[in-house]
């Protein structure tokens, strides 16, 4: 046991003398090619590492070239800096090592508590065992949409879990174009095909049009197919727009179509007051997908379902062999009845300690920083001269392009276009770069709340001298 201390204190250091070195690091650099080589193409060694050179190694050739999400200059994809008492408890967590499909055991009944949290945090309606945790909000999705299949072939007098498809009425789902690739990865997973994905029209600004989704429904109905699923984005990736999800929950009551909140990245922003009613109709819909890793600082691994109706998720998923029978009279059976897998890692304790270290006080105040952050950031960018508010800042993503006077927009598409990779290969800060309206745009995502006044000036001055000219390393 003292092996196993000595280990493990020293990986605490590790990892504390990483987070505590972060700001007097590059954000990002590139690996090293013959560290790639070392670290894909090394064998199995014949004989164990001692701990000091398994931790050396560990330091050397791993956290000294990290993706970069812990630096507050952090602005890529939606990737958090983990909390401290996320970390503790993803270490314990690995420790007891339990599987939590089910059983009589202490992280069956956490997972409960924490989805009841989440569930409280976002304002939806929640009764024990409406929700489960995953890996992430991209399994959330497949299990959502695969108990929205089942109920509507179940309606339609088609038992999709023993006929399967073949023969099954054809379904459409609607979503804008604007919606996360997860949910067209689940409707091809399902068996339910990208053509009848339908693409609704957005207004103009990337929030779903009700009306238009009214229209699509009726010509669908009218052609004989069978409508069945509509998703809401409550954050898009690009711009963090939220659709107006109360619309959307009215269409689907009318035509009986399951409502999907993808709220991934950026439900939690409910929890800052300012933005609070731009999510009016969330505690509507019959599913949200959520991500504890992202905007809730839990270590990555970690998503979550939340539903209106708990029975539709079992018969959608429950099959029961012999040597998995509960005896335990629990009325809501095993999480493994509720989704896909089977053997479950022991998700809740990191998400229970990442929100009980802040409370819910503490979890809105680190919220609010962010999009207290972005608004900020949308107003230094309309003040400057060198650049353009692409798309209303809605949550914690700011849209912008590279547009100074003097240049054409064919010129500053150009240089936009390129412009997020220059930036990263300068060090100072990490921004990625998208599609908005056709044009190439620069995408902040603020999800750290340690980000500050300073580090929203240097992203604005870093891409202004990437924009200049070539880039600069640190690393």
């Known amino acids: 046991m003292n092996d196993m201390l000595d280990l493990l204190e020293s990986a605490a250091r590790s990892a504390t003398g990483y987070l505590d070195g972060l700001r007097d690091e590059p954000v990002w650099r590139a690996t090293p090619a ?8 090394q064998g199995l060694p014949d004989s164990g590492l001692d701990q000091a050179e398994l931790l050396e190694r560990i330091e050397r050739q791993v956290l000294a070239y990290p993706m970069g999400n812990g630096h507050p200059a952090f602005f890529g994809w939606v990737n958090a800096a983990p909390h401290p008492a996320g970390i503790a408890g993803a270490l314990l967590a690995a420790a007891v090592n339990p599987s939590s499909a089910g059983g009589d055991h202490a992280d069956v009944y956490l997972e409960r508590a924490v989805v009841r949290w989440i569930a409280e945090l976002v304002g939806f309606p929640h009764e024990p065992g409406a929700g489960l ?17 089942q109920r509507a072939l179940a309606r339609a007098g088609w038992d999709v879990r023993e006929r399967g498809l073949a023969g099954a009425p054809r379904l459409t789902a609607y979503a804008t174009a604007e919606v996360h690739s997860c949910v067209g990865k689940a409707i091809e997973l399902l068996g339910i095909g990208r053509a009848n994905l339908r693409v609704v029209a957005d207004d103009g600004a990337g929030h779903l049009d009700p009306a238009a989704l009214r229209a699509v429904i009726a010509a669908d109905r009218a052609a004989g197919v069978l409508p069945f699923l509509a998703v809401g984005s409550a954050g898009t990736v690009t711009t963090g727009a939220v659709d107006p999800l109360r619309e959307i929950a009215s269409a689907c009551a009318e035509s009986g179509l399951w409502f999907h909140v993808d709220g991934a ?68 059976g095993w999480y493994s009845e509720y989704g896909i897998e089977q053997t479950r890692p022991f ?40 650049f353009e ?23 500053a598409d150009r240089i936009t276009r390129g412009l997020a990779t220059a930036i990263q290969a300068r ?28 580090e929203l000036r240097l992203l604005l001055d870093e891409a202004r001298a990437a924009a200049a000219g070539p880039a600069t390393s640190r690393g």
């Open 34 to 41: 013959a560290l790639r080589a070392e670290l894909a193409d």
């Open 389 to 411: 508010v692409a798309a209303e800042t809605e949550v914690s993503i700011v849209a912008f392009r590279y547009r100074p006077a003097g240049i054409d927009d064919a010129e």
């Open 427 to 454: 060090g100072k800060v990490f921004v990625t770069d998208s599609v908005f309206g056709g044009r190439p745009v620069l995408r902040a995502c603020l999800i750290n709340p340690a980000v500050g006044e300073a």
């Open 347 to 386: 998700r809740a304790l990191p998400v229970w300690a990442a929100l009980a270290a802040r409370g819910r006080d503490g979890v809105a105040a680190d919220i609010t920083a962010c999009t207290s952050a972005a608004r900020l950031l949308d107003e230094l960018v309309a003040k400057d001269a060198d």
């Open 133 to 149: 945790l995953t890996s992430g909000a991209s399994m959330a999705t497949i299990v959502a949409i695969g108990a929205a299949r």
């Open 265 to 332: 990245y950026g439900a939690f922003g409910v929890l800052d007051a300012v933005i609070a009613h731009r999510y009016a109709g969330i505690e509507l819909a019959d599913s949200v997908a959520l991500d504890p890793h992202k905007w809730l600082q839990v270590p990555a691994g970690v998503g979550c379902l939340l539903v209106r109706d708990r029975g539709q998720l079992r018969e959608s998923f429950s099959l029961v062999p012999p040597y998995l029978r509960d005896e335990s009279g629990d009325p809501l």
